[in-house]
């Protein structure tokens, strides 16, 4: 069985020359796992504060599920073997799912306090940080398998 130490790995990450397919894959893979953790950690707090105010499963679990595919989906970018413009590429979609989801999640939630806010309370206070971080996990998890299906076909 091979150890290693803290301070090997410190310096096999020292030799990585920043524009190597090596670190480009590493730093999107930390990109996409980033994400992921931020998400999850804003989903557990919803879990905690409103799992009596709302649907649980669709609202808080099942995003929740997927920032913790996210964080995997990091680690496997930043190991796998694709070139490091592929990397790059697969976190770019990923990123612009997200933007493009979040843009989709403020518009819902700006159309629901627009007009449905006086005559239906559809809207609580928690809503825009229950719906917009969930946006950006969907949407980037769909970035994410578009970037994959992009480098796959090219």
Not at 52 to 80: E, K, Q, R
Request: overall charge neutral; glycine content about 8%.
């Amino acid at each position: 069985m091979v150890k290693t130490s803290l301070f090997e790995i410190i310096q096999k990450m020292g030799r990585l020359q920043i524009g190597t397919p090596a670190f480009q894959r590493r730093l999107s893979g930390m990109v996409l796992s980033s994400i992921g953790v931020i998400t999850g950690l804003m989903h557990i707090d919803h879990l905690l504060e409103n799992s009596h105010t709302m649907p649980v499963i669709s609202g808080v679990v099942f995003p929740l599920c997927l920032s913790v595919v996210l964080f995997y989906a990091g680690y496997w970018l930043a190991t796998s073997d694709y070139r490091g413009e592929q990397a790059v590429t697969i976190v770019v979609w990923s990123v612009a799912g997200a933007i493009c989801l979040t843009l989709v999640g403020a518009a819902i939630f700006t159309s629901d306090i627009l007009v449905h806010h006086h005559s239906l309370p559809a809207t609580s206070s928690n809503t825009p940080f229950i719906i917009l971080p969930s946006s950006v996990t969907e949407g980037t998890v769909t970035g994410f398998i578009y970037g994959i299906y992009v480098t796959w076909s090219h």
